[in-house]
Nanobody, 122 residues
Framework: QVQLVESGGGLVQAGGSLRLSCAAS????????MGWFRQAPGKERQFVAA????????HYADSVKGRFTISRDNARNTVYLQMNSLKFEDTAVYYC???????????????WGQGTQVTVSS
């Protein structure tokens, strides 16, 4: 079974950049579709980005399209979320998730990390 650990969060000024990492263990990352989600205080969990297991297909929420990029290095069992031009409204706990191929299309994932805090100052 897969365990996921996010890292790379922190405090950044609006307009700045961060790169989040999600390291997987207990499984082979190349066997899974991967997603990034976020949750701000008092709000529902929100889809951010997804990648098929090959990385050939990606999808982004409209709110982050053109600013965020999901990528994966299956050899290192790691998925990344590069976040540029950060806005105050991007402030949230960011979670990575893994699931079977169908997760890429359904948005429903089997395994979740503990999250990493991203705070964007305005």
């Amino acid at each position: 079974q897969v365990q996921l650990v996010e890292s790379g969060g922190g405090l950044v000024q609006a307009g700045g950049s961060l790169r989040l990492s999600c390291a997987a263990s207990g499984g082979t990352l190349s066997s899974y579709a991967m997603g990034w989600f976020r949750q701000a205080p008092g709000k529902e969990r929100q889809f951010v980005a997804a990648s098929s297991w090959t990385g050939a297909y990606t999808h982004y929420a409209d709110s982050v399209k053109g600013r965020f990029t999901i990528s994966r290095d299956n050899a290192r069992n790691t998925v990344y979320l590069q976040m540029n031009s950060l806005k105050f409204e991007d402030t949230a706990v960011y979670y990575c998730a893994a699931g079977p191929t169908s997760s890429y299309y359904s948005g429903r994932y089997t395994y979740w990390g503990q999250g990493t805090q991203v705070t964007v100052s305005s």
